[in-house]
């Protein structure tokens, strides 16, 4: 059974930094893009970061230059390194193995003052 584990959220103000990570239990980890979605109050959930086995990674417009994501396989783990914070990053962060289309169970990000 596929397990997506995501950990880091909480409370940071505007200009902080927050790394959130993401596990990966019961499938090949190597082997899978993974992507890094995020959904704000009252918005739709959006796509923020991608990176494939062959580390080629893409970010959406709004967190370019801001945000950064990497893996590391042997932990079976991605990650999103989130810097610059500003308060229309705030919302759930989820990551998503999407060939499987499986979620995690999201993680509350906050940047307010």
């Known amino acids: 059974q596929v397990q997506l584990v995501e950990s880091g959220g909480g409370l940071v103000q505007p200009g902080g930094s927050l790394t959130l990570s993401c596990v990966v239990y019961g499938t090949s980890f190597t082997a899978s893009t993974m992507n890094w979605w995020r959904q704000a109050p009252g918005k739709q959930r959006e796509l923020v970061a991608s990176?494939?086995?062959?580390?080629?990674?893409e970010y959406a417009d709004s967190v370019k230059g801001r945000f950064g994501i990497s893996r590391d396989n042997a932990k079976s783990t991605v990650f999103l390194h989130m810097s610059s914070l500003l308060p229309e990053d705030t919302g759930v962060y989820y990551c998503k193995l999407p060939i499987l289309n499986a979620w995690g169970q999201g993680t509350q990000v906050t940047v307010s003052s």
């Open positions: 990176i494939t086995p062959e580390f080629r990674i």
